[in-house]
């Protein structure tokens, strides 16, 4: 990742959390928004194309986005967020900058961004259920994101920040042939 994505960021969520501005936007209201714009530009070749090329001027680029949020309906500090990353000849790093911001949002909001890996696909009051333990566990609200692997064999691995809880199968045998060895 760029450095300058983090910075654009903290700027955005800077104006959002603003208690002196006038704008409106709730944090929670933001990054649906951004999502519904992500949504347009990666459905769109054609977006992304002019969006991305240098010879068109940005006033066309910022008109273009204007016409398209008539469809979105983005409130304004969304909208011109944009234009930023558009006069700022920093929209190929959208992705990224949106990364940022999802987590500038959790770290403001005290949402801990926990990965959970386990071995097969866990159904919707599996995720619920251990969803609720994470957040008893890290006393806070939690924004988790679930992978599979198979190599697992069971259990699951949770990832919360730089701590990793290991309660797979494939963890338990590591650590029981590292006793062995060991001892």
């Known amino acids: 990742?760029?450095?300058?994505?983090?910075?654009?960021?903290?700027?955005?969520?800077?104006?959002?959390?603003?208690?002196?501005?006038?704008?409106?936007?709730?944090?929670?209201?933001?990054?649906?928004?951004?999502?519904?714009?992500?949504?347009?530009?990666?459905?769109?070749?054609?977006?992304?194309?002019?969006?991305?090329?240098?010879?068109?001027?940005?006033?066309?680029?910022?008109?273009?986005?204007d016409k398209l949020n008539e469809r979105l309906g983005m409130s304004q500090p969304v909208r011109n967020f944009i234009a930023v990353l558009i006069n700022h000849d920093r929209m190929a790093a959208f992705d990224e900058v949106l990364a940022d911001f999802r987590h500038e949002m959790n770290v403001r909001l005290n949402i801990a961004e926990v990965e959970v890996t386990?071995?097969?696909?866990?159904?919707?009051?599996?995720?619920?259920?251990?969803?609720?333990?994470?957040?008893?566990?890290?006393?806070?609200?939690i924004s988790a994101h679930f992978h599979e692997d198979p190599s697992l064999v069971g259990g699951v691995i949770i990832k919360?920040?730089?701590?990793?809880?290991?309660?797979?199968v494939r963890g338990r045998l590591d650590r029981l042939r590292e006793q062995l060895v060991a001892g």
């Open 1 to 65: 990742m760029a450095a300058y994505t983090a910075r654009y960021a903290r700027a955005l969520a800077d104006v959002i959390f603003d208690p002196k501005a006038a704008h409106g936007l709730k944090p929670e209201q933001a990054l649906p928004q951004l999502d519904d714009f992500a949504a347009a530009w990666h459905e769109s070749s054609d977006l992304r194309e002019v969006f991305l090329d240098p010879s068109f001027p940005i006033a066309q680029k910022v008109a273009i986005l």
């Open 118 to 141: 386990s071995a097969r696909r866990l159904d919707e009051a599996e995720r619920k259920s251990l969803q609720a333990q994470i957040s008893g566990l890290t006393g806070s609200a």
């Open 160 to 168: 919360i920040g730089s701590t990793v809880y290991d309660s797979s």
